[in-house]
């Protein structure tokens, strides 16, 4: 299995996490994971109704990864004319935010973080046959 199969399999357990576990086979879990938080939502919005979330991200990978989860739950991302391009804003409900949608998120960026550090020590290693600790503090 290579490095990025491994990434994508864990990245599918944590949503899995999120989406409460299943009984049946990984692929078939993974597929209803999406379904179980969609339908989780939709009850949370009859009693939490939907309010206007501004989320203000570092980097442009938070920034896809945000957008990816908004859009795979049914929530449709935008931002306002003159907004950074760092802004996401959404209508959603603060308890599916609270419960669902930013714990699993924290999670996916933490896991996707690490990959990329990982990955950015080893080619900047390679490349440039560097020594990519951090700079000493004075």
Sequence with gaps: MTEEERLIEK???IEA???R????????????ARDRIRARLQEVEKVDPAVEYRFSLAD???????IALLRRYGLAPYRRHGQRRTTV?????SRF????LWPEFQALQTTLQNYFDDFTSRIVAQVLN??????EER
């Design 21 to 32: 576990p299943g009984t049946e086979g990984e692929r078939i879990a993974a597929e209803r």
């Design 89 to 93: 804003m959404a209508r959603v409900s």
């Design 97 to 100: 935010v609270d419960e669902t």
């Design 17 to 19: 996490l999120f989406a």
């Design 11 to 13: 990245l599918r357990r």
């Design 130 to 135: 560097a020594d990519t600790r951090d700079a």
């Design 60 to 66: 442009e990978w938070s920034r896809r990864l945000l």
